[in-house]
């Protein structure tokens, strides 16, 4: 598939803050995706995925939005935690396999 | 119910050197998908396992490297000969339906290969 980016490569927050991670992607026939969380030492982890016909998903603290008009994704957290750092990536998926970002790490402190 | 596992954690092994990735999918997961993510860039897509049959090998990057997945159970990927563009973290994952969108895909914990 066609490559999916990201704008930030590094995220500081403070605990208790909101955090917004972007991710553009590329292939305008991208109709399904997904955030992902890497832990250090552990594979990626799903969080939120969000459909083309959707703009807009909430789970617990987290909320994704797409705007397929600049094709461009968003990953929400609210009152953003220690134990919400990690690298996130955004990822579309065609029929099977994942096409993935370059990640954002996400750095929160006390 | 136990993960998707790898092994080893971790491999160093010098230029021309063989090694073997092992993984070990959620049971009864039909699908099993190899990625890897190279220092500094995205996670790529390597392959695609159904059972015991390649279904997607478009992104194996060059014969050097061979997947295998007998009786469709757990895969192995090996190296041979490892060259130093080889380094970075292989990771697999594995899901149970293949053709759903929201199949969702489970990773293991990815072993870290580095080639010296």
């Known amino acids: 598939g066609e490559s999916v980016g990201l704008h930030l490569p590094t995220l500081s927050v403070q605990e208790g803050d909101n955090s917004i991670i972007n991710c553009a992607y590329s292939?305008?026939?991208?109709?399904?995706f997904i955030w992902y969380k890497q832990e250090s030492g552990k594979g990626p982890q799903f969080i939120i995925d969000i459909r083309s016909n959707m703009d807009k998903r909430q789970g617990q603290r987290v909320t994704v939005l797409l705007n397929k008009t600049v094709k461009h994704l968003s990953l929400q957290i609210a009152a953003t935690q220690p134990g919400d750092s990690a690298v996130y990536f955004c990822?579309?998926?065609?029929?099977?396999?994942?096409?993935f970002g370059k990640g954002t790490m996400l750095l929160v402190s006390p | 119910e136990a993960g998707v596992t790898q092994f080893p954690s971790h491999s160093v092994i010098e230029k021309g050197q063989t090694v073997t990735l092992r993984c070990d999918p959620i049971?009864?997961?039909?699908?099993l998908y190899w990625y890897r993510r190279v220092m500094g860039k995205e996670i790529k897509f390597l392959l695609h396992?159904?059972?015991?049959?390649?279904?997607?090998e478009s992104g194996m990057p060059n014969n050097r490297f061979l997947a295998e997945r007998t009786g469709g159970t757990y895969s192995t990927l090996k190296v041979q000969p490892a060259e130093l563009e080889d380094s970075g973290v292989y990771f697999c994952?594995?899901?149970?339906?293949?053709?759903?969108?929201?199949?969702?895909?489970?990773f293991g914990p990815g072993t870290r290969l580095t080639v010296l």
């Open positions: 990822a579309d998926t065609g029929y099977s396999t994942l096409t």
């Open positions: 292939n305008s026939a991208s109709d399904y």
């Open positions: 396992f159904v059972k015991e049959s390649k279904q997607d």
């Open positions: 049971s009864g997961h039909d699908n």
């Open positions: 994952a594995s899901s149970q339906r293949m053709g759903l969108l929201s199949d969702e895909q489970f």
